[in-house]
């Protein structure tokens, strides 16, 4: 019984480990018995293991019933450069268990930063993620991305919003940020290495909080349009906890290869509802 329950659980190279966001999943990653390898800045991987390790510390998961709040599966961290192609093809070459990818690269919070046209943060890490795994080996990726972008990753467009809707002016005007055309760009990368044999699912939240799981959120593929049948925006908030996104993210990547199926090449928006 223990040997079909180890068959089940998957090793995660989970990249930008301490981001906030990676944070709630590698914990509940962990008390699922999956293993992770955390890939964040020190001075050496002894060190990032130490940061790590005290992140996941000072990280309080919402009570869910049949949490265990039991560490059983094995971490590991790294403190390589996630901008470079070999890091990858390293890691994936020397660890065969790897089986899947968890990007929780962001975009700055400060204005300042989402203004920096120096800013190339998603494009690098996806074009080092995806050029390491062409000269290693394809692993199926899921991402972290944003909700500025609206279609299939790749026939993508910028969101377009109705002119009666809340808060349309600031919404526009993030979207016209480097950070947001940076990632905008980096879409298409996904979408490139997905002709070279890449497995991948996008997760574009609504706007990111700091709050507890509330577990009320609806999600589509791909279209979040006013009157979208499958999510009619009228109904929902704009928001969402990042444990929330956290959750549902090592949801789907538990699914069955089955049903994750369906997920692979699309962007999933999620958000709370009313």
Known sequence: ????????????????????????????????????????????????????????????????????????????AKNSNILDAQTYKTILDENLTIDAIVCFVGAPTTLKGQYSRKLQLYTKTYTAMTDGMKISRWVETFVHGSS????????????????????????????????????????????????????????????????????????CFDSTELNNKELPLEKTKMSISREDVAEEILRVATLSEIERKKYHGHGIYLVDMK
Not at 184 to 211: M, N, Q, W
Request: glycine residues 8%.
């Open 148 to 219: 500025g972008s609206e279609g299939i990753p790749g026939q993508h467009k910028y969101l377009k919003l109705p002119a009666n809707y809340k808060l349309k002016w600031l919404l526009e005007k993030i979207g016209k940020t480097p950070a947001a055309k940076n990632y905008f760009e980096s879409e298409h990368i996904l979408a490139d290495a997905k002709e070279d044999g890449l497995k991948f699912i996008l997760f574009r939240p609504a706007f990111l909080t700091s709050g507890i799981a509330k577990r009320n959120f609806g999600f």
């Open 1 to 76: 019984m223990d040997m079909d329950l180890n068959q089940n659980k998957r090793h995660f190279l989970v990249i930008a480990a301490a981001a906030r966001g990676a944070r709630f999943f590698i914990k509940k990653a962990l008390e699922q018995g999956h293993n992770v390898t955390g890939l964040c800045r020190a001075d050496s991987d002894t060190g990032a293991l130490s940061r790590l390790k005290k992140l996941l510390k000072e990280t309080e998961l919402t009570p869910n019933d049949g949490q265990s709040n039991v560490i059983v599966g094995k971490l590991k």
